[in-house]
């Protein structure tokens, strides 16, 4: 019982550094959080597990940001690359002689003196455009490789919690027949301890793993929400109103 105190001060002051709060602050959990909880059990997504991962392709901002970076590197290496072609440029210059005092009025405009020519600019000493295309091109490389790591990262991410939400899904099964057995088994104590039949010994005993199994049953449905919460957050549907109360994305995207 004490060491069930101390976890449960320990995970209530890792809750508050987690939400942005100092870890002298007081806060209260609310119990009938739990009690809804339980009371409506399982509640699964709508969503199996292809739909999941192609709503995270379609919908995580850092692998937007991360797309964002390839084709930025991509368009260096085009800019690279073009600084070691030649430069052609073309130009036209137009003189008009006009009067000796300067008066714009007097421009001879028939007589003006029309040149024009071609700058070509061929790149002789290009090592340094060289290497600088090379580190380009590395990074394009760097930001690929990145860019499909996150990718698989988050494939795995929504996977994962795919499957803790599934396990939770068959554990609560499990718990909840567990859960219907020992009540059974309390009852049939309590009948046969009225009928001086058994002894108090099994009375408790029943009671004690009635109380286990009722809690392993809290702490698959515990589980199932907290894998749902992370399931919805790796596939970026997570959404909090502004009650501070948390959405599931699917209804936002209907």
């Not at 394009?140 to 795919?162: F, G, N, P």
């Not at 399931?231 to 109360?245: A, E, H, K, N, P």
């Amino acid at each position: 019982w004490t060491q069930s105190i101390t976890r449960y001060k320990r995970g209530l002051d890792n809750f508050k550094i987690l939400i942005g709060l100092q870890a002298d602050d007081s806060i209260i959990l609310d119990d009938n959080e739990l009690t809804l909880i339980s009371g409506t059990g399982m509640t699964d997504t709508d969503l199996d597990l292809d739909q999941a991962i192609e709503l995270a392709m379609q919908t995580r901002l850092d692998l937007y940001s991360g797309l964002d970076q390839v084709q930025d590197s991509a368009r260096k290496i085009r800019v690279a690359a073009n600084q070691l072609q030649p430069a052609l440029d073309f130009g036209i210059d137009v003189t008009v002689p006009g009067s000796a005092d300067g008066d714009l009025g007097e421009l001879d405009f028939e007589n003006a003196v029309y040149t024009a020519g071609l700058d070509l600019d061929l790149p002789l000493d290009t090592k340094f455009d060289r290497n600088q295309l090379r580190r380009t091109m590395i990074d394009y490389e760097a930001s690929t490789r990145a860019y499909l790591a996150a990718v698989d990262q988050v494939k795995l991410d929504v996977r994962d919690a795919w499957r803790r939400m599934d396990q939770a899904l068959k554990s609560y099964d499990i718990n909840l027949t567990s859960v219907e057995i020992n009540e059974r088994r309390v009852e049939e104590a309590q009948l046969r301890a009225e009928l001086g039949l058994g002894d108090i010994q099994d009375t408790v005993d029943s009671q004690n793993d009635l109380i286990e199994a009722r809690t392993e049953l809290v702490s698959t449905i515990v589980e199932h929400n907290v894998a749902k919460l992370q399931f919805w957050r790796d596939i970026g549907l997570l959404y909090v109103d502004d009650s501070g109360q948390w959405e599931e994305g699917v209804d936002e995207l209907q």
